[in-house]
């Protein structure tokens, strides 16, 4: 399995709070994602990273900000949470490779916005 | 834009059942084709991909065919067991490799 390890894999939080998810790899992957799912939506891509510092924005960016300060660490930070942002988010890398390279995924952090 | 177009569910088959289920897509150029599964409380996990037309990805019993010429990635098994109940979501990935579309997942429950 790759090792990529999200933190927390519960939480929950009130209204117009700041949170902070994270996502931690060994795999030394140059690209990494966040998605959130939701029934009815599959994997809606949230913001991505191409390298340390290099970040850009995915289908639903609105309310989330990101952060890549290592390779091995990109963090997730909804600035002001609504019940809207309840879902479960996952982390994903991957390196891309000739011929097509895959998407490995964590194991999920489901959030309770109340 | 690329995107992924898959089989509504949920699917419910007995045990030992064929199973298809359907995935096309749109893309430019030469994507990469994937199919994941996931399991309850788990993250996606790759099935099986295929990087080019007429490509066969296989895995677990699990097959799929890049039909370039009806853009299509359909997910086929002979004999379902209980075991394969999941969530399965096809996915491509374009030109560049670096970003990945997903379909809205499939729920496939098979019954003893």
């Known amino acids: 399995d790759a090792g990529i390890t999200q933190s927390p894999r519960h939480k929950v939080t009130e209204t117009g709070t700041p949170v902070t998810l994270r996502c931690h790899q060994t795999e030394n992957h140059r690209y990494m994602y966040w998605y959130r799912q939701d029934p009815g939506h599959g994997l809606r891509l949230i913001h991505y990273s191409y390298g340390v510092k290099d970040t850009d924005k995915g289908e639903v960016s609105d309310g989330y900000s990101v952060s890549r300060s290592k390779t091995e660490d990109f963090l997730l930070t909804l600035e002001s949470a609504t019940s809207s942002q309840t879902s479960v988010y996952f982390c994903?890398?991957?390196?891309?490779?000739?011929?097509?390279?895959?998407?490995?995924f964590g194991q999920g952090t489901r959030l309770t916005v109340v | 834009g690329d995107s992924v177009t898959q089989m509504e569910g949920p699917v419910t088959l007995s045990e030992e059942a064929f199973l298809t289920i359907n995935c096309t897509y749109t893309a430019t150029g030469y994507p990469s084709l994937f199919w994941y599964v996931q399991y309850p409380g788990e993250g996606l996990q790759l099935l099986l991909k295929a990087t080019k037309a007429d490509d066969k990805g296989s895995n677990k019993g699990f097959e799929a065919t890049y039909r370039k010429e009806t853009t299509s990635f359909h997910l086929e098994k002979g004999s379902v067991q209980v075991s394969d109940s999941a969530v399965y979501f096809c996915a491509l990935s374009g030109d560049t490799g670096n970003q990945f579309y997903f379909g809205t997942g499939t729920s496939l429950t098979v019954i003893p």
């Open positions: 994903a890398i991957s390196e891309y490779v000739v011929g097509g390279g895959e998407a490995f």
